[in-house]
């Protein structure tokens, strides 16, 4: 994600980034993608429930949109915004997660 995983090296996150923001039409999720790492799916996932079955967040699908922009937060490192609309949460519930696989 574009941070220095070792103990010690602070790296504080923008307000924001890796929390869902919520708008009146959609859950906001922002994360960081380092260049090297542009290969890798990176794969946003959500459902209202926590149930062992997860939909994945696809661009034109359901409503979902998804925003690359390289090098947004400095040489090397993408910005990469999911929307997904509210009107996908059951009983106003809608949870997120982020996957990565090689």
Known sequence: MG???RPGF???LTPG???PLLTQ???IFVHRRVAAARYLP???QYNSDLSPTWNTAQAGVNG???AN???FYGNGID???IRIPRTLAVEGRLFLRLRAEE
């Open 3 to 5: 941070r220095d995983p």
């Open 42 to 44: 990176v794969i946003v």
């Open 10 to 12: 602070p790296d504080p």
């Open 79 to 81: 910005k990469v915004e």
């Open 25 to 27: 039409e959609h859950v």
């Open 69 to 71: 922009e390289a090098d």
């Open 64 to 66: 979902v949109t998804i």
């Open 17 to 19: 980034e890796n929390t």
